[in-house]
């Protein structure tokens, strides 16, 4: 009787642990399939936001950012952000100029899940309240208007481009191109 | 019961969205567009056939006492492989629903149909158990995606693209020119609103075919 219970015990264990393999050698399968085109998506991700935020192909992208910055030799940087908006958070590509940073010369909204038709505006860096930011003095942000109806979401933008500036200004000195 | 039987018993007469009101969290979560309903139509459609055939193949060495945990072990892996496979081929599409593919595994449709069906039928049966509710669960999310898009944005079709390559772009078609709608209709408001609609009228539906279908001394 005991000898059949433990059986049957050793039986199901060892039904978990093939059911467990199974899976687990479905997944590094498909993981292995997957992979390159995924990192490739990255990639192409990356350089095509690059690309709209300067206007102009990227010949190296940098693999690894220092804090989120990316300094060019030009004098200019470039400088990646996230803070939380009204329904999660919001991520930002931002161009800066000047030594120490003065101005603001591209902003682009990357990732946000705002609400849609009310924030509709972050997806529209060309035209109305992004673009005037993207061409800005740094000691303008202080002083810009929130957007009517969606006060939570423009501020945490200017918020997010403020810590920025002075994150940047603070470790200006490397040159990476 | 006949697998035809089986199938339309699943999509329609069992539906997952009008009749067991199960995974209606991405349902109205997702089914702002055309194309974010068939990517989220897809990817569940994968998952619940292949987890449940895989249930059904393993039904007889999978413990009893264990077997919540086995199923949702196994949904799990097979969702994993529908995120790694979007975010492969269908990336545009990732960026903007990856959330809503990776909470199948909590789609409680896949679960109750592994524990009510696929773990007591066979293999057959089940594939055409699954494919049934799976085709069930991609009629409702495409009207709604339909209807939402459509009043939303009025065009139909945007960013097909993203599943069926650049020349599915020519598809999109507009109706309105400014390309302004009825903004509730595209947030989570209108998509119950609506949702409630297609529920109202596909019971209403249902209730008359079924009158029709059955003997009169049947109805009291």
Same mark, same amino acid.
């Given at each position: 009787?005991?000898? &059949?219970? %433990?059986? &049957?015990?050793?039986?199901?264990?060892? %039904?978990?642990?093939?059911? %467990?393999?199974?899976?687990?050698?479905?997944?590094?399968?498909?993981? %292995?399939?997957?992979?390159?085109?995924i990192t490739a998506n990255h990639a192409m991700l990356a350089q095509n936001e690059l690309r709209a935020l300067l206007g102009k192909e990227v010949v190296s992208v940098p693999e690894d950012w220092i804090d989120g910055l990316w300094q060019r030799c030009d004098g200019s940087l470039i400088a990646r952000a996230q803070v939380a908006g009204y329904a999660g958070p919001i991520e930002l590509l931002v161009a800066l100029d000047g030594t120490p940073v003065e101005r603001l010369s591209g902003v682009r909204i990357t990732r946000h899940q705002e609400t849609a038709g009310i924030a509709d505006f972050l997806n529209r860096p060309d035209a109305g309240w992004l673009a005037a930011l993207a061409d800005s003095a740094v000691s303008d942000l202080a002083a810009r208007d929130a957007v009517t109806g969606a006060t939570i979401t423009s501020r945490a933008v200017l918020a997010a481009l403020f810590e920025t500036t002075t994150r940047a200004a603070a470790s200006q000195s490397r040159c990476e191109s | 019961m006949s697998l035809a039987t089986t199938f339309t018993t699943s999509a329609i007469r069992a539906n997952p969205a009008w009749t067991q009101l199960l995974g209606l969290c991405p349902l109205l979560a997702v089914s702002n567009s055309v194309v974010n309903a068939l990517g989220l139509a897809l990817a569940t459609s994968?998952?619940?056939?292949?987890?449940?055939? #895989?249930? #059904?193949?393993?039904?007889?060495?999978?413990?009893?006492?264990?077997?919540?945990?086995?199923?949702?072990? +196994?949904?799990?892996?097979?969702?994993?492989?529908?995120? @790694? @496979?979007?975010?492969? =081929?269908? =990336?545009?599409?990732?960026?903007?629903?990856?959330?809503?593919?990776? !909470? +199948?595994?909590?789609?409680?449709? !896949? @679960?109750?149909?592994?524990?009510?069906?696929?773990s007591r039928k066979g293999l057959l049966e089940t594939l055409s158990d699954a494919l049934g509710t799976a085709c069930g669960f991609a009629i409702v999310l495409l009207a709604l995606g339909t209807l939402r898009e459509l009043l939303a944005t009025g065009g139909l079709f945007a960013g097909m693209e993203m599943l069926f390559g650049a020349t599915a772009s020519s598809w999109h078609w507009q109706w309105s020119d400014t390309g302004q709608g009825l903004l509730l209709a595209a947030l989570p408001p209108g998509a119950f609103l609506i949702a409630g609609l297609l529920l109202a009228f596909a019971k209403a539906l249902l209730r008359q075919t079924q009158w029709q279908s059955s003997p009169p001394e049947a109805k009291r």
């Open positions: 009787m005991t000898n &059949k219970g %433990a059986d &049957k015990g050793v039986q199901s264990i060892l %039904a978990l642990v093939g059911i %467990a393999l199974v899976c687990a050698t479905l997944l590094a399968g498909t993981r %292995a399939l997957t992979a390159p085109q | 994968f998952v619940a056939v292949g987890a449940n055939v #895989s249930i #059904s193949a393993a039904r007889h060495v999978i413990p009893h006492f264990a077997r919540l945990p086995c199923f949702v072990l +196994i949904i799990a892996t097979f969702t994993t492989c529908a995120v @790694l @496979l979007m975010e492969a =081929f269908a =990336f545009g599409l990732y960026l903007r629903m990856a959330l809503f593919v990776q !909470i +199948i595994v909590t789609n409680c449709m !896949i @679960l109750g149909r592994a524990e009510a069906f696929a």
